[in-house]
């Protein structure tokens, strides 16, 4: 009889690690059984392609002889190789697999259709036949190797820039005969392993795992596969003994997060999805019960379009339930720079393209990997009829740990989602012991819920799940000690939560702030320019489509010539929306990128300005057959509130002799007129087209701006405003007028330090370059005040348009010019910066120090507003040093407050009454060259009494982001002007009797019929009663959502609106 040694648990766990090494051991262990046989392939050939060229394409090529041990390059090519494979007569009957390793990604090619993706780091071996039959020796195989990695072509750490330098050489090449015994045992020995080595000392399920797989390691003779059986059962013995009811619950979902550009560009995501996809669709014939979640319509439609024969099994396996479409968005955006209507728009493409192919809608938003989540997405994913949101990013942050894996989100107007976060806090799981014992521990809402959802499968670069993930949660499915596992849906899950106890769980209001990646907000700020201008492009294009569309409706009485120019405005929302993916909004991206992105932005510019042309004629042609070769000026409002204020003209546009040129006040102040063009003080409803001349405000003499220069001071006064500034351009003292008192309210500057001073600090974070900042910047403030040229006025002054100009050295390598600009009647001192900037790790910000007592500080968020702390009391305060902002902030005490606009900027600070607005960072990786030239931006200062409401900040900063239009159009027949009908052509589309309620947006409806769709949206946070004027009349009226779902029908166009609420009416 044996003697029985005492078991020492580190030992026994090492034998069974060493059992299946693939480093130690690899001549006798059982690893080395797992391909018992190998042999050469009959023949390699190659033909190389510079870009991502088809199959068929390809084999018009010539195919040369290579071999293994040959480099391929360079980055970003393509190369095809053909593959002749004799199988042995000898290995009849059995699997065979093709091992294929070219250190980088590569697709599988069979009978010209794509079969299953490889990559050097994660699948090197494709499945040639499961059951090799004799008359089936001989194969051809084509595989498009793809010089990148999964990661890209970094080097050393995945976010250093590209290395372009770099080739891919061949290494592995080969058939071999695949053991699915000894791969079954391996799974087995390593299960047991981490169970044994995972669970505490204290668990005797530990120990009984370590037993068994000791037990088994006796049991195996790695050449004498009659043994392997016996030690199969003993392991299934251990893996059969089930938990109890109570045990927690993991619902597995297979996912591969696919990053739509990040370390490579838009064009290799698209192979990307073929790689990753098909090698889920083989995985799903094989196993019925796997389920993949898979978000992102854009990566569908890229497949469709390209990949016939997967999208093909795709829509095979939407219909059986495993391939699941999930999120409901266009792409995975940024969480915190698009608009409110760009973030409905990727609800209404994604669910849509959704919609149209597989006849489902997702129940679901999801965005596992984005930098922190706005305070208004519940209720933007409400108004898009989604009630349940996804997501694990908040386990980056640094300071503090969110409390909850499980909760209510409440948003700004009190809509309210379930909310999810993955308490393994990763997208991709292996199926590992340790990551469902970290999902149970690491579970913050246990007693309130009892499942978490665990997603599992390679992400980032793709890929998606493997094999022997599926296999281990097989095995652990229901195995006492660990969570019971189940192969799911993200609806299954959800539902279980919702029947589980939901009244238990608890409630998160505001936003879900990522204390990590706060650098997103400034970085690639030229990205951040044009999105903001496209976001409002396309919002004015789609309303003077709109226009034009029922101007010619209502002269042709119902039938139109002019067709709305939907599929052309769909392409352009949809390159938006692309754009606004999570690493490529947010900057993150490798420098190709950008390219792609930057031509995008440039075709929504060119095609929006032409579709405004078109619709801007029709508009008026519509009025009259008649054609006048005379044109005149007109203005144009997309605004939905009237405006005043000030336009620059050309001498040509000019609607009556220049103005009298009255010399403006000053020592400095020599210029008497205008050089080329001339400003006009100009008035114009919402929403409208008007000819300039009935704009023009007859006496402007008071509103005109007059200057005052003495010693370092420059004083500027409008009959709103009086700014002081220094030299250097600094504001030294701002007033705002009180036209009720007649007073000069209290002083909004802090008298000690300026405002309108630029600060450089250092910036080098630790680890993640584009996306960070770190809270230790704060630290390195320093002042930039050394003058090129001191403050002096610009020629371009005139009494209705003052501009200062100052410019300043940064560094020896970066500098400033600035025009400071007071116009008449302006309630804002505006500055047009231009920087040149060649800066290392450096940030630049601009500081407003305020006299504003106030314990928050108020930001412009998608379509409302979100008050965060003007203090760093607490951890979860201070964290938030830097925070995301759309076109203003606000300062404000009772009665008075200061804020700050911008027409092209996302990052803020606020602490103690100093607002910030930051402006450029340096980061050098991954695009060492990101931000690096020349940058245009505009900010402006606008102190006011009352609140920022009551003030029209608001509408302020509308009107700073979408100057008014001058274009020139036939003039006017008179009858047009006031027809019979009333719906004279100069006057308003639509008017509200409430600035508390702005329309979000007009457009014709998504299902091409004469309907209008216009949002509208409470800004002021307080509910009110609305009504909407218009001069259309209307047959019906209905209430709609964001996806343009019909709710219920009303008679009237008065609404009683909530808090924050967005309601559409087509
Ligand atoms: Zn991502």
């Not at 993706?117 to 498009?144: F, Q």
């Not at 991954?926 to 931000?931: V, Y």
């Not at 900010?939 to 700073?960: D, K, L, T």
Request: hydrophobic share 35%; proline share 5%; glycine share 6%.
């Amino acid at each position: 009889m044996d003697h029985v040694p005492f078991k020492h648990k580190r030992t026994t766990l090492e034998r069974a690690e060493k059992f299946i090494s693939p480093h130690y051991f690899t001549d006798i262990n059982l690893r080395s059984r797992l391909y018992r046989e190998r042999g050469a392939l009959t023949s390699i050939k190659h033909f190389a392609v510079q870009d991502r060229v088809s199959l068929n394409k390809a084999l018009q090529g010539h195919f040369k002889k290579t071999c293994i041990g040959e480099a391929f390059g360079p980055v970003w090519s393509t190369h095809w190789f053909e593959l002749e494979v004799t199988i042995p007569a000898s290995w009849q009957g059995q699997e065979v697999h093709l091992l294929w390793d070219s250190g980088s990604e590569a697709l599988v090619w069979v009978q010209g259709q794509p079969v299953q993706g490889l990559n050097s780091d994660s699948r090197t071996s494709y499945p040639l036949t499961r059951k090799v039959e004799a008359s089936k020796l001989h194969h051809i195989v084509h595989i498009e190797m793809a010089c990148n990695h999964l990661f890209g072509i970094g080097n050393l750490a995945l976010v250093k820039p590209e290395d372009d330098q770099r080739t891919f050489t061949l290494k592995q090449a080969e058939i071999a005969l695949f053991d699915r015994d000894v791969y079954n045992l391996i799974l087995d020995v390593e299960t047991l392993h981490d169970i044994a080595k995972e669970l505490p000392d204290c668990n005797q399920r530990s120990y009984q795992a370590l037993y068994t797989v000791n037990e088994m390691i006796n049991q195996i003779e790695v050449q004498d596969r009659s043994t392997y059986k016996r030690a199969q059962e003993i392991a299934q013995e251990f893996f059969q003994q089930t938990n109890g009811e109570s045990q927690h619950t993991v619902y597995a979902m297979g996912h591969a997060h696919i990053d739509t550009a990040w370390l490579w560009p838009y064009d290799e995501t698209k192979r990307k999805c073929a790689r990753s996809w098909s090698c889920t669709l083989r995985l799903m014939e094989k196993y019925p019960d796997f389920t993949f979640v898979c978000s992102q319509a854009q990566q569908y439609a890229w497949v469709k379009q390209l990949y016939p024969s997967i999208w093909e099994d795709i829509c095979k396996f939407v219909r059986t339930g495993q391939f699941v479409p999930v999120g409901g968005t266009w792409v995975e955006m940024d969480g915190n720079i698009p608009n409110g209507e760009a973030c409905i728009r990727q609800f209404l493409y994604g669910q849509n393209f959704f919609q149209k192919e597989f006849g489902v809608k997702c129940k679901e938003f999801w965005l596992p990997d984005t930098f922190g989540y706005s305070a208004q997405f519940p209720q933007i994913m409400r108004h898009c009829g989604v009630s349940r949101f996804l997501t694990q990013k908040l386990s980056w942050s640094l300071v503090n740990k969110f409390p909850h894996h499980t909760f209510y989100w409440e948003g700004i107007d009190g809509s309210v989602v379930l909310t999810h976060f993955p308490p393994g806090d990763s997208y991709e799981m292996k199926g590992k012991v340790q990551e469902l014992l970290k999902t149970i521990h690491n579970f913050k809402d246990k007693g309130r819920s009892n499942c978490s959802a665990f997603l599992f499968g390679y992400g980032d670069g793709g890929h998606g799940p493997r094999e022997d993930m599926l296999g281990r949660l097989e095995r652990l499915k229901d195995c006492d000690g660990l969570p019971k596992i189940k192969l799911a849906s993200s609806d299954a899950f959800f539902s279980n939560i919702e029947a589980e106890r939901p009244n238990r769980l608890c409630r998160w209001r505001g936003e879900l702030y990522l204390e990590l990646h706060n650098g997103t907000y400034t970085t690639w700020a030229k990205v951040k320019k044009y999105n903001r201008q496209c976001e409002i492009l396309l919002q004015e294009t789609e309303l003077l489509c709109t226009m034009a569309w029922v101007q010619r409706s209502m002269q042709k009485s119902g039938s139109t010539d002019y067709h709305y120019p939907k599929a052309k405005l769909d392409a352009l929302w949809k390159l938006l929306l692309l754009n606004q993916f999570h690493d490529v909004l947010p900057g993150s991206s490798i420098n190709m990128v950008f390219h792609d992105a930057i031509n995008f932005y440039k075709e929504i510019v060119s095609s929006c300005a032409s579709l405004i042309n078109t619709a801007l004629r029709i508009y008026h042609g519509a009025c009259t057959e008649r054609h006048s070769p005379d044109l005149e000026p007109f203005l144009v409002n997309t605004q939905p509130f009237a405006r005043r204020e000030v336009i620059k003209l050309s001498h040509l546009d000019s609607p009556r002799p220049s103005p009298k040129r009255r010399k403006l006040a000053g020592a400095d102040a020599s210029l008497e007129e205008d050089n080329d063009a001339t400003h006009v003080e100009v008035q114009i409803p919402s929403y409208c087209v008007k000819p300039l001349s009935e704009c023009t405000i007859p006496d402007q003499s008071k509103s005109q701006v007059t200057i005052e220069r003495e010693d370092d001071q420059t004083v500027l006064t409008n009959d709103k405003l009086k700014v002081t500034m220094d030299s250097l351009g600094r504001v030294t003292s701002l007033l705002c007028y009180d036209a009720v008192t007649n007073r000069w309210s209290q002083e909004a500057i802090d008298s000690v330090h300026p405002a309108n001073q630029f600060l450089l600090y250092d910036d080098v974070p630790l680890y993640w370059d584009a996306w960070d900042v770190m809270d230790y910047h704060l630290e390195t403030r320093k002042p930039i005040v050394t003058p090129i040229q001191r403050l002096r006025v610009d020629e371009d002054s005139n009494p209705t348009h003052v501009s200062l100009e100052v410019s300043l050295q940064i560094s020896d390598k970066s500098y400033l010019q600035q025009k400071i600009i007071l116009e008449a009647g302006s309630p804002f001192v505006r500055f047009d910066t231009e920087i040149t900037w060649h800066e290392n790790r450096k940030f630049l910000k601009v500081e407003f120090p305020t006299t504003i007592h106030a314990t928050e500080c108020t930001y412009d968020i998608q379509s409302g507003f979100l008050r965060r702390p003007n203090h760093f009391n607490t951890s979860w305060d201070s964290a938030r040093f830097e925070v995301c902002g759309h076109k203003w902030a606000d300062l404000s005490e009772h009665g008075f407050g200061v804020s700050v606009l911008n027409n092209c900027k996302y990052g803020y600070s606020a602490v103690d009454g100093i607002l910030r607005l930051s402006l450029l960072r340096s980061p050098k990786s991954p695009d060492f060259k990101a931000d690096m030239g020349v940058h245009t931006f505009s900010y402006a200062v606008m102190p006011h009494n009352g609140s920022f409401q009551e003030a029209g900040v608001i509408q302020a900063a509308n009107s700073f982001n979408c100057p008014l239009r001058v274009v020139d159009l036939p003039p006017l027949p008179t009858d047009l002007i006031e027809p019979k009908e009333g719906a004279g052509i100069n006057k308003s589309l639509f008017e509200i009797n409430t600035s508390q309620v702005l329309v979000q947006t007009v457009k014709m409806a998504e299902d091409g019929s004469p309907t209008i769709i216009v949002r509208l949206n409470e800004t002021f946070g307080g509910s009110v009663v609305a009504t909407l004027t218009s001069k259309l009349k209307f047959t019906d009226v209905h209430v709609c959502d964001g996806l343009e779902d019909l709710h219920n029908e009303d008679k009237e166009l008065e609404w009683h609106i909530r808090p924050h609420y967005s309601k559409g009416t087509p």
